[in-house]
């Protein structure tokens, strides 16, 4: 039987794309193990790197809930690959419920840092970085969930919504060259990451670039400069200081 496949896809692109997808998989785990493996999965054997929040039990439950989003962002194109889709149904609809309970604990734990973290910076300017991290990586996954049926559009969200997770680890890469141009080097070099990888990807394999990372790619990459403008204003400050203050200790 000849195999079918999509107007500017070849065969071998057809076959060869699932596997692309758990390949940035493993690579967005493995750069977030190098970030977080002395403060967080290997710090009963490393001390806590000078500047980073020593282990509290918010932060491993935070800690935890986003290294099982990593294992689904493995796991899930893996069971495409295997041919499970069924299953792979399935399972999304627990990493629903983890992406969700990321949004809250997040934010929990973004805010209580304004008290304890963020050295080297303003805590309050700087709580805006994490807390649209978590509204772009929401926006994301949650379209991803509403067009799940449109597998083109889901994986690529999903995909997408990668880049605002790597700030964090890409932001704990002990490099010179940046945390000199930080914040944007982690910000805008995550997500061009990420974005140039499909972008290329989908160019190669379809002969065009898919509209998410033509139109969501942009919407992410313009709302850098956003949170980091919006963190200077009096209203983000007002805001900021309030919850803050949600924090006895």
Known sequence: MATIVQP?????GAKARPKFYLGIGIAVAAAMFYGFYQ?????????????MRKLTPLYLV??????LWLAFAVLQPALIVAKKRKLHKRVGWVALGVACAMIVIGNVAASEAMNHGFAG????????????????????????????ERSETHKRLMLLSYTQLLHAGVGRWPFAILQAGAPWTFLIGADLA?????AGYDAITRGKVHRVWIVGGAL???????????????PWQAYATWVASLWPW
Do not use: M, Q
Request: net charge positive; with cysteine.
């Open 62 to 67: 935070h800690g935890t809930i986003f290294s």
């Open 8 to 12: 500017g896809v070849t065969a071998k």
């Open 194 to 198: 990420i974005i140039a990888a499909g």
């Open 39 to 51: 403060s967080f999965y290997l710090n009963h054997w490393f001390a806590t790197p000078p500047g």
């Open 220 to 234: 992410v990459l313009l709302s850098e400069p956003f949170r980091l403008w919006i963190g200077t204003t009096a």
């Open 121 to 148: 910076t303003n805590p309050k300017e700087f709580y805006a970085v994490p807390f649209f991290d978590l509204v772009v990586f929401g926006s994301c996954v949650g379209l991803g969930v509403l067009w799940r």
